[in-house]
C-alpha cells in the first residue's frame, strides 16, 4: 500500500455515538459505552472505521491537502449478548485527483475503477484467485461491491454516499473499501498452495458476443468459468460495440 502512495493513519477508536444514526447498518444496541468518558465526542467504541477515517480526510482537505490515499488497520467494538467483541479490518480510503499537478500531465480525478484496481491487488498479492464479485446495496455506499468466498465476506467497497460526506462537510467524491481481516486471516490457513508450472504456452481466444445491453459482464464471466474450470485462466472484456449494424437494444 505504501507502494502505491498510500499513507497509513491510526485513528482513535473512542468516537461518538451520533455516527450510529449514519448507517442503518449499525445498531445503537451493539454500542460499547466508556464508563467514564471524557466527552459525549468520545464515549463509545467504534462500530466503522469509516467514519474515523471520513474525520480525517476532512481534516486535511480543510488544510488544502485533498488529493488522499489512505489506509488503516484497526479494530471495531460490538456489544453483542455474548458478550463485547472486537474484530479486525483493513480500511483504504481514496479521494481527489489521481496524478499531481503538472504542466505536462492535466490532472484528472480517482474513479471507482482506480480504485477497485488497488483493492483487487491486493486479494491478488495475498494469493486469493477464486472470489465471486458480488453487487451490494447498502446505505453507505452509493455505488458498491463486495468479493466474496465460500460463505465468507472478505471486502466490501464502493463510492461513499453524499449523505454522508455532507455531515463531515466533504464535497468531493471518498472511496471507501472494507476488508475483514479475519474472514481473510482464516481464508488464508487453508489457501497457500503451489503448482508446477506448464510446459506449454498460452493461448488466447477472442470471442465477439451478441448480447442485450441489459447483460452485465459479470454474467458473461460467471457462465464462462463455470464452463470450463481446469482450462481457463483469464477472462477479459476489451471492447464494446453499439450502434451502426446492429439490431436495438444490442
Known amino acids: 500500500l505504501a507502494a502505491n502512495g498510500f499513507n497509513e493513519i491510526m485513528a482513535n477508536s473512542l468516537t461518538t455515538p451520533n455516527y450510529i444514526a449514519l448507517s442503518k447498518n449499525l445498531n445503537e444496541s451493539n454500542n460499547v459505552f466508556i464508563l467514564n468518558p471524557l466527552s459525549n465526542d468520545l464515549s463509545t467504541m467504534r462500530q466503522s472505521l469509516l467514519f474515523s477515517g471520513l474525520e480525517a480526510i476532512s481534516f486535511n482537505i480543510n488544510r488544502r491537502n485533498t488529493d488522499l490515499k489512505l489506509f488503516e488497520f484497526g479494530k471495531t467494538y460490538h456489544k453483542l449478548l455474548s458478550g463485547n467483541q472486537e474484530n479486525n479490518h483493513l480500511t483504504l480510503l481514496m479521494t481527489g485527483n489521481k496524478n499531481t499537478e503538472s504542466w505536462t500531465n492535466p490532472q484528472k480525478p480517482s474513479d471507482f475503477f482506480l480504485f477497485k484496481g488497488y483493492v483487487l491487488a491486493i486479494l491478488e498479492r495475498l494469493g486469493f484467485s477464486k472470489i465471486t464479485t458480488t453487487p451490494i446495496d447498502t446505505d453507505i455506499f452509493a455505488e458498491g461491491m463486495a468479493y466474496t468466498m465460500g460463505n465468507s465476506t ?96 444490442k
Do not use: C, M
Not at 464462462?224 to 481446469?230: F, P, R, S
Open 154 to 249: 472478505l471486502v466490501e467497497f464502493g463510492t461513499v454516499k453524499k449523505s454522508i460526506l455532507k455531515h463531515f462537510d466533504v464535497k468531493q467524491d471518498v472511496f471507501f473499501a472494507d476488508f475483514n481481516w479475519n474472514a481473510i486471516i482464516k481464508q488464508l490457513s487453508n489457501n497457500i498452495k503451489f503448482a508446477e508450472i506448464s510446459k506449454y504456452p498460452e493461448v488466447r481466444r477472442d470471442l465477439a458476443l451478441l448480447l442485450d445491453n441489459t447483460i452485465a459482464f459479470e454474467q458473461v464471466f460467471t457462465i464462462a468459468q463455470k464452463t470450463e474450470k481446469a482450462l481457463l485462466k483469464n477472462i477479459n472484456l476489451f471492447d464494446v460495440y453499439e450502434g451502426k449494424n446492429l439490431p436495438e437494444g
